[in-house]
């Protein structure tokens, strides 16, 4: 049968209405956006209907986007920006223990830097409780961080109810929205925070353009020094292409938001009851209710689940383990979250999109129960 790509949360296939608004700008529309000529208007348009596409997305003012190189870069700008904009303030951060590596490392480096860091931990069901949270806030707190929804177990997490409490105290809000952009309702004024990042390329946009909501009246420290492009928060100049194919993605997944998240909970959920029904001892991970509608990560118990998915090269996942130097570790989320070692070592994260069907989700499920039955009846020989 054909491929079956269930994948969608490491990055997910440009749509045709996205690659048809970036062509344009590869071709006649070369323009550098900074030039006063007709060239660079063109390309200059092109660059501005983005931002305000990302910011009626977002529910905020076009002038309170930014375009970055990615999600990665636009998280580094957020913590380490905002964190030196803010040292005669304070020097503490809080940040959740699940959040991406971008955020987590970055408030590492600010650590030997003289920073002080609290990472906060996650329940069982891979939520940060918002008590926790504020708990952590100190007087000297200038950033507090918090993604909205986890990429591995797809649990969505206390945005808003940490934003309303720990804002009052001085700290800033940043949550990195990368995975829930066209799966989830994302709009930063109801959210309250101050910073929001979001990736082109997980939804249905180009890889290596991101965006940065940054709150009217916040200021952050430039990492990268030139030409004052971008509010003068990123120099270098803009890749007008893959901001208008960012731009493009983030309205069409916005239009189509309602639609699209009940087709893919309808696949995941028919998902997991085949797979439940089909193989003993399975476990989901996450939250049961409030997590992403399009992801699905369990534990099979008894596989290795790098060495099975190499067994079923037709299909496409994840899985909740990594290897280092020849030795397989598993996830530092489900670490965290509690799950024992060789349970983990057996997690597979399915990530749906909006292309896929019922015909995929039932091959998937006929292949994985029946690869599942064949190694449990080998050990039994």
């Not at 994948?7 to 062509?23: G, Q």
């Not at 990268?224 to 493009?248: D, K």
């Amino acid at each position: 049968m054909n491929r079956v790509y269930f994948d969608h949360n490491a990055t997910t296939p440009v749509a045709r209405e996205v690659v048809d608004a970036m062509l344009p700008y590869l071709t006649e529309r070369f323009g550098n956006p900074s030039t006063g000529h007709s060239f660079g208007v063109e390309a200059k348009a092109g660059l501005e209907r983005a931002r305000g596409q990302v910011a009626t997305a977002l529910g905020c003012d076009p002038d309170e986007i930014s375009f970055t190189g990615g999600s990665s870069e636009a998280n580094n700008l957020a913590v380490k920006g905002a964190a030196w904009a803010r040292r005669e303030r304070g020097r503490h951060l809080v940040i959740g223990s699940v959040e991406h590596p971008s955020v987590r490392t970055a408030a590492r480096w600010l650590v030997d830097e003289g920073w002080a860091l609290t990472t906060v931990g996650v329940r069982a069901e891979g939520q940060v409780d918002a008590s926790d949270m504020v708990a952590a806030v100190r007087p000297d707190t200038v950033l507090v961080a918090l993604m909205l929804a986890q990429n591995e177990v797809g649990t969505i997490m206390p945005v808003r109810e940490v934003a309303a409490q720990v804002r009052p105290r001085g700290a800033l809000m940043l949550t990195d929205a990368s995975q829930a952009v066209g799966k989830i309702k994302v709009r930063v004024r109801e959210l309250e925070v101050d910073l929001c990042v979001v990736a082109g390329h997980k939804f249905y946009g180009p890889k290596g353009v991101g965006a940065l909501y940054v709150r009217r009246g916040v200021d952050l420290v430039s990492l990268v020094h030139g030409v004052a492009h971008e509010r003068g928060l990123r120099a270098g100049t803009e890749n007008v292409p893959g901001i208008v194919g960012l731009g493009a993605a983030m309205e069409m997944v916005t239009r189509d938001l309602e639609k699209n998240a009940a087709h893919m909970a309808r696949l995941r959920d028919r998902l997991w009851e085949g797979l439940r029904d089909g193989i003993d001892g399975i476990v989901m991970n996450g939250h049961p209710r409030n997590r992403l509608p399009n992801t699905l990560n369990v534990c099979i118990p008894g596989i290795d689940s790098t060495r099975f998915l190499t067994d079923l090269p037709q299909f496409a996942a994840s899985t909740g383990a990594a290897c280092h130097w020849g030795v397989t570790e598993p996830s530092a989320v489900l670490v965290e979250m509690g799950v024992p070692r060789d349970p983990a070592l057996g997690t597979i994260r399915f990530s749906l999109g909006i292309g896929n069907t019922e015909a995929e989700v039932d091959a998937v499920i006929d292949a994985v129960t029946r690869r599942v039955a064949e190694l449990r009846s080998v050990r039994l020989r």
